[in-house]
């Protein structure tokens, strides 16, 4: 089909916007392209599913009314790609929401394996491959007369040669029940094999390594702050003992406490994620936030002052507003967990105090952050 929108996506990304994505999202160009080419049929048919239920299209088309509209898509690149906080990737992220309202975890892992990088990397190029394949919407939305047709149409005609160009290294990476799912106009034919015994076995001695080594080795763990090391148990006073990294906040902060030091000292929660533009806790952050509680109920008279931080990116008012929410979250889900909020407060300082230089994306993800201080 002449002008296909995958197609005009495809071919509309240049190589210098490609150099652009890969440099703020820090992955090489390959990935970044071969990442992009999987999500763009995704999202149709995804869309698709979408506007066919009377609720969702009216949800869609709503979101639809406030997306800002880019008619550079290099301008659109650069601000996708490096700029999470602004309105057009929160809008984006509404949208995204909306189409895949189940949890996404299983299906990035299969395109971080398709494109051979991380899930954290996967989630930034579907931000991107999102608002390029929104922006494309929205222009057709603009552009339409009395004579066009409707959007779910307009997206079906489109469908019906896109399936096409799904990537052939996706294709044999996704079984046939989960292209049925995630790829509704594909084949859905079943090829039944019988497994060799010789493979089970092989399998089953796999199996029997990995639950040995999960016997005798902590994992480590890591994250934007870099290897935090192997797990430790740590008993407070209470009796009450806690696993946390040795290298994590957990380990440095009851460290100052039982130093009785009265410096101030800020420390910073390494393991705790935020939604996109949002004040919500991804699931994640739960270790991290009851370790936390517990210390506090472990050393009642500590008072503790928590901080929250954006990077330099966006407007200074949403910033604010942003880290005084995130600052505020934490603090409540603290209380909830059980600890006292009348020691504990909370303060946002926006894109104030960074800690790195916002340069690189992974510098400005660690801007982006929460910390906490002993106030007495």
Aim: hydrophobic share 40%; glycine share 6%.
């Amino acid at each position: 089909m002449k002008n296909n929108i995958i197609e005009k996506l495809d071919t509309g990304i240049s190589p210098e916007m490609t150099a652009s994505i890969s440099d703020a999202i820090g992955e090489n160009e390959f990935d970044v392209q071969k990442g992009l080419s999987a999500i763009f049929p995704l999202l149709m048919h995804k869309t698709i599913d979408c506007l066919n239920s009377v609720h969702l299209h009216e949800d869609f088309m709503r979101i639809m009314e406030r997306l800002p509209f880019y008619e550079s898509m290099q301008h659109l690149s650069w601000e996708a790609a490096s700029n999470d906080t602004s309105v057009l990737n929160a809008l984006n992220e509404q949208l995204s929401s909306l189409l895949l309202p189940e949890s996404t975890t299983g299906l990035e892992m299969k395109l971080a394996r398709f494109v051979g990088c991380s899930s954290e990397v996967i989630r930034k190029i579907m931000a991107v491959g999102s608002a390029f394949f929104f922006n494309a919407i929205k222009g057709h939305l603009l552009m339409k007369d009395d004579q066009s047709l409707p959007l779910k149409e307009w997206l079906i005609s489109h469908s019906k040669h896109s399936d096409a160009l799904v990537p052939a290294g996706l294709v044999n990476l996704l079984s046939k029940e989960e292209l049925a799912e995630y790829y509704p106009l594909t084949s859905r034919k079943s090829d039944k094999k019988k497994w060799p015994w010789w493979l089970l076995f092989i399998l089953l001695i796999g199996l029997i390594i990995f639950v040995l080594r999960g016997c005798f080795f902590q994992p480590k763990t890591t994250s934007v702050w870099g290897n935090l090391g192997e797990y430790i148990s740590k008993t407070l006073p209470d009796g009450n003992t806690l696993k946390f990294p040795e290298l994590g906040m957990e380990n440095k902060l009851i460290g100052f406490i039982e130093s009785k030091d009265n410096k101030s000292v800020w420390f910073s929660f390494d393991r705790l994620k935020f939604k996109t533009n949002s004040a919500d806790l991804q699931p994640e952050s739960e270790e991290q936030m009851k370790n936390i509680a517990e210390i506090m109920k472990a050393y009642p008279n500590i008072q503790l002052e928590l901080g929250g931080y954006t990077d330099n990116t966006g407007d200074n008012d949403f910033n604010l507003n942003l880290s005084q929410k995130r600052a505020n979250s934490v603090r409540q889900g603290l209380i909830n967990l059980g600890a006292n909020g009348a020691n504990l407060v909370a303060h946002g300082f926006g894109s104030a105090y960074p800690i790195v230089p916002n340069d690189t994306a992974e510098n400005r993800a660690k801007n982006r952050r929460i910390d906490i201080r002993i106030l007495k």
